[in-house]
């Protein structure tokens, strides 16, 4: 079974704080993922890694960045963490075989900014 | 561009009964059309995909999905909903501009009442 694991389940946070979410998964999967989860706006895509060291915009990459050293590590980064950040963050990975497409997911992590 | 609808925030089944959870799209092309499950607290866990074929595609825990292309519709249903299946459930559909990442609904809570 694939595994997809995060480094924390609960993290609470200050406004102006550098904070790190970190997301390791073991199938040697090519395509990890990062989205934000909030009550009625569904999954949203922070970023995507293709490869080590590549990354590329989702659909709200504003105030996020990441980082991909290692093919099973994937890093969101939150450089100044504010309030409006407060949200479950989902990790996935998928490969990169051909008219494969289904993502599998760590637990997530719920991010508190006070 | 493509994406998916949940028309329903919530819905709520009796325990026995048959659950329809229901999904739209809107693509161009042929969809690639995907069910998730979240329980309480966890990461999204894959329930059933579309590709091609037969309409009726048969997935985890008994879930099942009808693809219905004159309708652009893939609900999920079960035939005998238990008090386990309580859960939020995403469609998602796969994101034909290149990416191939899934672009996400914004879910479904099912409530089985005992």
């Known amino acids: 079974d694939v595994k997809v694991t995060q480094s924390s389940r609960y993290l609470v946070k200050r406004t102006g704080e550098k904070v790190f979410l970190e997301c390791v998964q073991d199938?040697?999967?090519?395509?990890m993922f990062w989205y934000r989860q909030d009550p009625g706006l569904g999954l949203r895509l922070i970023y995507f890694?293709?490869?080590?060291?590549?990354?590329e915009k989702g659909d709200i990459p504003e105030g996020y960045s990441v980082s991909r050293e290692k093919k099973e590590r994937f890093s969101l980064i939150l450089e100044s963490a504010s309030t409006n950040q407060t949200s479950m963050y989902l990790c996935?990975?998928?490969?990169?075989?051909?008219?494969?497409?289904?993502?599998?997911f760590g637990p997530g992590t719920r991010l508190t900014v006070t | 561009a493509q994406s998916v609808a949940q028309p329903e925030d919530q819905v709520n089944v009796a325990e026995g009964n048959p659950l329809t959870v229901k999904c739209t799209y809107s693509v161009s092309g042929n969809p690639y059309l995907f069910w998730y499950v979240q329980y309480p607290n966890r990461g999204l866990q894959f329930l059933l995909k579309y590709i091609t074929g037969d309409n009726l595609v048969k997935g985890s825990y008994g879930f099942e999905a009808e693809f219905n292309k004159s309708q652009t519709s893939f609900h999920l249903k079960k035939p005998s909903a238990l008090v386990s299946d309580s859960a939020l459930y995403f469609c998602?559909?796969?994101?034909?501009?290149?990416?191939?990442?899934?672009?996400f609904g914004t879910g479904t809570r099912l409530t089985v009442i005992p």
């Open positions: 998602a559909v796969r994101d034909r501009t290149g990416a191939n990442n899934l672009f």
């Open positions: 996935a990975s998928r490969t990169g075989t051909l008219r494969t497409y289904e993502q599998y």
């Open positions: 199938m040697d999967h090519e395509n």
């Open positions: 890694s293709y490869d080590v060291k590549m990354k």
